[in-house]
């Protein structure tokens, strides 16, 4: 299935098979672009290398700004002025970017430094990428978990040069640039050369090794000008309006297909850590391809776990591109944080986190238990060095770690992870920090009035307060646990009379789409609402039932349609995360037919192959994530330690979950493709079984998933009873712990 990745889905404006059936009733107000990259990447790594043009927003690709509707075009050709390192993968409105480190390879002058170039015979696998520069330079990129690697093959020239630019960040936008506060760079001789620069508030090292030929000189460079005799440039303080570019560069004749190859070792604890993960990485004489082997053998160590029967090559192909970008972020950063001295896990690029806890973050715990444990020790690490615990963590320090758009985040992938029995976590520890955290930001105002605004972080500190009660009863605590449980039921303070939630300001969404959240309490959720029946009526109007096909935004700007489009209410399908577990609401009402109908639709026509294959913003994998478990037939809920099942887009598959092997088996499947009539012939789960046991209900635990078994499905062309009796468990219908019941978190098996 590794052989069936294409890193190029994403990068370009979404161009999806045209939308049949419901699907074409969905209307998409966000940029429908993937705003994915092709570069080289490490699964879960620290390090991403690429060719960078400075478009939006990861660097590569040709994008200006897009938020909303299809993006505008900044070149017309994909163009490189170099290659850099760091990207983010899939997000939206995030500024400036890690293109740190820009390596160029050149046969012009010093001068021609920034000129972009036109690529050519571009290539990409897991681990590699590779493009021809219009100056005839093969470029090709590897990387490691904290090493890159870049391999360049020049045609004949009398004078060839690799240039690093250390002075270079950002993006070719407005405000997008990004300036060292902080230099230092100093060439070592016999092609070796180390350096530090503080970007963003990071001090981020590199240490250079390269087999440069004989006759070639490696010397520094200031203001694209040779520093003759030069070693050594240091920088105490940098301006926008005294910066000039700066860095090092290794030059002389190259004949005809003459490579050089450039060995990177980062650190964020300066040259001499850099130089060691550098040195552990490729020890002694080992190169670009040592690195590029490793690297595919990391890769297939995770696609080893997921393995799928069936399925077109369409649609096996954007499965396992999908997995592939599902492993992408966040960056595992052993031993490298430099905000505190102590050893242990960092991780960093939790840039979206509030897509990532829903679908991304589970699918990461489920296929390595031990990586999702040191992720969830690092935000307990950043709560204790920093104050609070993070609703999104980038490398780069900033105003992005910020509180508006969701609360209370990471208690969720804390209670899961206590549910599941994660190793190595201080719980006692991690519930002081998240009953304290319960207070930040709009936290105060929930604590004391039992509602806030945005009136979707009412939701989230619910939520919140649910999750902390989790691992409060487990530890022993019932005071604690019975005091949050009480304030977890504030949820019900942000609906109104009419089921939805009360008018507010929403980030990026409106009141209809918040509105389905999976909440701890459901049933209580769905009373609130009317019942089964007019709960069902409300999320059928808000997936399009009955309606009339919609028209997608183009280019901005727009006309009346932005307002129009709004005014529907409308699911806004997968290009706007915040519905992305909207569809499986039904399986709380007892309609997991809709469900079926719901996400056979998306699966259907809002993925596609070739670059256009999302509708939208990837998010660090979430969307990709969401793919991934829709597919599998499975939806996590998150902090409930809780999977929701459904009919699989595969004919079967075994999975390596938890370190235990679990095997998904289907009778009655037909094989559906990418758009067409696709959509018009769902498939709907007829009955289950788990380990040989009838499977009444719609749903498994985390626990079972990571422990091994065999789910058996029974499909059919029409829907049929089951799951329609017993739900999937809420609070309100568990026993109540204060009066000697059960453990709250606790399901049926």
Same mark, same amino acid.
């Given at each position: 299935?590794?052989?069936?990745?294409?890193?190029?889905?994403?990068?370009?404006?979404?161009?999806?098979?045209?939308?049949?059936?419901?699907?074409? #009733?969905?209307?998409?107000?966000?940029?429908?672009?993937?705003?994915?990259?092709?570069?080289?990447?490490?699964?879960?790594?620290?390090?991403?290398?690429?060719?960078?043009?400075?478009?939006?927003?990861?660097?590569?690709?040709?994008?200006?700004?897009?938020?909303?509707?299809?993006?505008?075009?900044?070149?017309?050709?994909?163009?490189?002025?170099?290659?850099?390192?760091?990207?983010?993968?899939?997000?939206?409105?995030?500024?400036?970017?890690?293109?740190?480190?820009?390596?160029?390879?050149?046969?012009?002058?010093?001068?021609?430094?920034?000129?972009?170039?036109?690529?050519?015979?571009?290539?990409?696998?897991?681990?590699?990428?590779?493009? %021809?520069?219009?100056?005839?330079?093969?470029?090709?990129?590897?990387?490691?978990?904290? #090493?890159?690697?870049?391999?360049?093959?020049?045609?004949?020239?009398?004078?060839?040069? +690799?240039?690093?630019?250390?002075?270079?960040?950002?993006?070719?936008?407005?405000?997008? %640039?990004?300036?060292?506060?902080?230099?230092?760079?100093?060439?070592?001789?016999?092609?070796?050369?180390?350096?530090?620069?503080?970007?963003?508030?990071?001090?981020?090292?590199?240490?250079?090794?390269?087999? #440069?030929?004989?006759?070639?000189?490696?010397?520094?460079?200031?203001?694209?000008?040779?520093?003759?005799?030069?070693?050594?440039?240091?920088?105490?303080?940098?301006?926008?309006?005294?910066?000039?570019?700066?860095?090092?560069?290794?030059?002389?004749?190259?004949?005809?297909?003459?490579?050089?190859?450039?060995?990177?070792?980062?650190?964020?604890?300066?040259? !001499?850590?850099?130089?060691?993960?550098?040195?552990?990485?490729?020890?002694?004489?080992?190169?670009?391809?040592?690195?590029?082997?490793?690297?595919?053998?990391?890769?297939?160590?995770?696609?080893?776990?997921?393995?799928?029967?069936?399925?077109?090559?369409?649609?096996?192909?954007?499965?396992?591109?999908?997995?592939?970008?599902?492993?992408?972020?966040?960056?595992?950063?052993? !031993?490298?944080?430099?905000?505190?001295?102590?050893?242990?896990?960092?991780?960093?690029?939790?840039?979206?986190?509030? !897509?990532?806890?829903?679908?991304?973050?589970?699918?990461?715990?489920?296929?390595?238990?031990?990586?999702?444990?040191?992720?969830?020790?690092?935000? +307990?690490?950043?709560?204790?060095?920093?104050?609070?615990?993070?609703?999104?963590?980038?490398?780069?320090?900033?105003?992005?770690?910020?509180?508006?758009?969701?609360?209370?985040?990471?208690?969720?992938?804390?209670?899961?992870?206590?549910?599941?029995?994660?190793?190595?976590?201080?719980?006692?520890?991690?519930?002081?920090?998240?009953?304290?955290?319960?207070?930040?930001?709009?936290?105060?105002?929930?604590?004391?009035?039992?509602?806030?605004?945005?009136?979707?972080?009412?939701?989230?500190?619910? %939520?919140?307060?649910?999750?902390?009660?989790?691992?409060?009863?487990?530890?022993?605590?019932?005071?604690?646990?019975?005091?949050?449980?009480?304030?977890?039921?504030?949820?019900?303070?942000?609906?109104?009379? !009419?089921?939805?939630?009360?008018?507010?300001?929403?980030?990026?969404?409106?009141?209809?789409?918040?509105?389905?959240?999976?909440?701890?309490?459901?049933?209580?959720?769905?009373?609130?609402?009317?019942?089964?029946?007019?709960?069902?009526?409300?999320?059928?109007?808000?997936?399009?039932?009955?309606?009339?096909?919609?028209?997608?935004?183009?280019?901005?700007?727009?006309?009346?349609?932005?307002?129009?489009?709004?005014?529907?209410?409308?699911?806004?399908?997968?290009?706007?995360?915040?519905?992305?577990?909207?569809?499986?609401?039904?399986?709380?009402?007892?309609?997991?037919?809709?469900?079926?109908?719901? +996400?056979?639709?998306?699966?259907?026509?809002?993925?596609?192959?070739?670059?256009?294959?999302?509708?939208?913003?990837?998010?660090?994998?979430?969307?990709?994530?969401?793919?991934?478990?829709?597919?599998?037939?499975?939806?996590?809920?998150?902090?409930?330690?809780?999977?929701?099942?459904?009919?699989?887009?595969?004919?079967?598959?075994?999975?390596?979950?938890?370190?235990?092997?679990?095997?998904?088996?289907?009778?009655?499947?037909?094989?559906?493709?990418?758009?067409?009539?696709?959509?018009?012939?769902?498939?709907? +789960?007829?009955?289950?079984?788990?380990?040989?046991?009838?499977?009444?209900?719609?749903?498994?635990?985390?626990?079972?998933?990571?422990?091994?078994?065999?789910?058996?499905?029974?499909?059919?062309?029409?829907?049929?009873?089951?799951? %329609?009796?017993?739900?999937?468990?809420?609070?309100?219908?568990?026993?109540?712990?204060?009066?000697?019941?059960?453990?709250?978190?606790?399901?049926?098996?």
């Amino acid at each position: 299935m590794l052989d069936s990745v294409d890193p190029f889905i994403g990068t370009e404006a979404a161009d999806l098979p045209t939308a049949q059936g419901l699907a074409a #009733t969905w209307w998409w107000p966000k940029a429908q672009v993937g705003n994915t990259h092709p570069g080289a990447c490490h699964p879960l790594g620290m390090v991403s290398a690429c060719a960078c043009s400075g478009a939006y927003p990861t660097g590569y690709g040709r994008y200006g700004i897009s938020t909303e509707g299809a993006p505008a075009p900044l070149y017309d050709d994909y163009l490189a002025s170099g290659f850099t390192h760091f990207q983010q993968s899939g997000t939206g409105a995030i500024r400036k970017y890690y293109n740190y480190f820009r390596v160029t390879p050149m046969i012009e002058p010093l001068d021609a430094l920034g000129t972009r170039w036109k690529l050519a015979d571009e290539t990409a696998e897991p681990g590699y990428y590779a493009a %021809t520069l219009e100056n005839g330079i093969r470029c090709e990129l590897t990387v490691g978990e904290k #090493t890159a690697v870049h391999r360049y093959t020049f045609p004949e020239a009398s004078s060839a040069r +690799v240039v690093l630019d250390f002075s270079y960040g950002g993006l070719a936008i407005e405000h997008g %640039t990004t300036v060292p506060l902080r230099a230092g760079l100093e060439s070592l001789g016999q092609g070796c050369a180390q350096g530090t620069v503080v970007m963003e508030g990071i001090p981020l090292s590199v240490y250079i090794d390269s087999d #440069t030929p004989g006759s070639w000189r490696q010397l520094v460079w200031y203001d694209r000008r040779r520093v003759d005799g030069g070693t050594r440039l240091d920088f105490d303080y940098i301006r926008r309006t005294t910066l000039r570019p700066f860095g090092l560069m290794f030059m002389g004749p190259a004949r005809a297909g003459q490579t050089v190859e450039i060995r990177m070792g980062f650190s964020m604890r300066g040259t !001499d850590q850099a130089r060691r993960n550098l040195e552990r990485a490729l020890p002694g004489e080992a190169g670009f391809d040592q690195a590029r082997a490793a690297v595919k053998k990391s890769w297939s160590t995770y696609f080893s776990q997921v393995e799928v029967h069936g399925g077109t090559p369409e649609r096996r192909t954007v499965f396992a591109t999908s997995l592939y970008h599902s492993l992408i972020k966040p960056c595992f950063a052993e !031993d490298e944080s430099p905000f505190w001295p102590s050893k242990g896990p960092f991780v960093f690029d939790i840039a979206t986190m509030w !897509d990532m806890y829903k679908t991304q973050f589970p699918l990461l715990t489920a296929l390595d238990p031990a990586k999702g444990a040191a992720m969830l020790e690092s935000l +307990v690490r950043i709560a204790e060095e920093e104050g609070n615990l993070p609703i999104g963590y980038r490398m780069a320090r900033g105003s992005d770690r910020f509180f508006r758009q969701a609360s209370a985040l990471a208690h969720t992938v804390l209670a899961d992870g206590y549910q599941l029995g994660l190793e190595g976590l201080e719980w006692d520890w991690a519930l002081v920090h998240m009953q304290d955290d319960l207070r930040r930001g709009y936290g105060e105002d929930f604590s004391e009035r039992g509602v806030v605004h945005p009136i979707s972080h009412t939701l989230d500190l619910a %939520t919140g307060y649910w999750c902390t009660a989790i691992i409060a009863r487990g530890l022993g605590d019932r005071r604690l646990a019975d005091e949050l449980e009480a304030k977890s039921r504030a949820w019900t303070n942000a609906f109104g009379a !009419d089921g939805l939630l009360r008018d507010s300001s929403f980030y990026e969404g409106g009141r209809w789409n918040y509105s389905f959240r999976l909440l701890h309490d459901m049933a209580s959720r769905i009373r609130l609402a009317g019942g089964d029946k007019e709960f069902t009526a409300v999320l059928d109007r808000f997936f399009g039932y009955g309606a009339e096909p919609v028209t997608q935004l183009g280019v901005p700007p727009f006309g009346p349609e932005f307002a129009i489009g709004q005014d529907l209410n409308r699911f806004e399908g997968l290009n706007n995360e915040p519905d992305m577990e909207a569809p499986w609401a039904y399986h709380y009402a007892g309609r997991p037919d809709r469900t079926a109908e719901v +996400v056979h639709a998306a699966l259907a026509h809002q993925f596609g192959t070739g670059r256009g294959g999302l509708p939208g913003n990837d998010d660090s994998g979430a969307l990709s994530s969401w793919y991934v478990w829709a597919s599998l037939g499975l939806f996590p809920v998150a902090g409930q330690n809780l999977f929701l099942v459904n009919a699989p887009a595969f004919s079967g598959a075994d999975l390596r979950f938890g370190g235990n092997d679990f095997e998904l088996v289907t009778t009655g499947h037909v094989e559906t493709g990418i758009g067409g009539d696709a959509a018009d012939r769902p498939q709907y +789960v007829q009955s289950a079984r788990f380990n040989g046991k009838p499977l009444d209900h719609g749903f498994i635990t985390g626990n079972q998933l990571h422990g091994g078994g065999r789910l058996e499905i029974e499909l059919g062309p029409e829907p049929s009873d089951w799951a %329609t009796k017993t739900r999937p468990p809420s609070a309100s219908d568990r026993p109540d712990p204060a009066r000697g019941g059960a453990r709250f978190q606790e399901f049926p098996p």
